[in-house]
């Protein structure tokens, strides 16, 4: 299984004891909670101005930078994505959606 998310999501809880100087998850650390919500938006409406582009690049693009901010939200917030991901598998299974793909 790609383990991508929680192998950032581990980097990102790392760089609560960085300098802000030599790193950008410190700083928007330090900036605070307000700062990370407000990039969040900001990476939220770039993806939406993408996805109507039509343009994939871009569509891949931010929505790298917004789940990228959505991880450093949940760091701040005490989270890991384990969490977030073990919540869509608990829909998935409850839609059964799991046991129709197997079939196929
Ligand atoms: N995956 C990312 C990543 N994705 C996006 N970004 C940053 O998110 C910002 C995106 O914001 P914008 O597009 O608005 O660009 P910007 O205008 O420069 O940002 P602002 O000035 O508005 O804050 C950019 O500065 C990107 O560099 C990232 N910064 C870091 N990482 C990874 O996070 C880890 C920790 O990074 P550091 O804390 O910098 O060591 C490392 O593994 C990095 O590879």
């Known amino acids: 299984m790609n383990d991508t998310l929680e192998r950032l ?3 990102l809880e ?4 960085a300098d802000p100087q030599h790193s950008y998850v ?6 605070g909670q307000d700062k990370i919500l407000k990039k969040l938006g900001e990476e939220a409406v770039e993806t939406v101005l993408a996805a109507k582009s039509r343009e994939s690049d ?3 693009h931010e929505t790298a930078d917004l ?3 959505s991880l450093v ?3 701040e917030s005490g989270l890991r994505p384990e969490q ?4 869509l598998e608990r829909r998935f299974g409850l839609s059964g959606l799991e046991e129709k793909a197997n079939r196929g």
């Open 67 to 69: 789940w990228f901010h």
């Open 9 to 11: 999501a581990t980097i």
């Open 26 to 31: 410190a700083q928007l650390y330090q900036a």
């Open 58 to 60: 871009a569509i891949i």
């Open 84 to 87: 977030v991901l073990r919540e």
């Open 14 to 17: 790392e760089r609560k004891n």
């Open 73 to 75: 939200m949940l760091a």
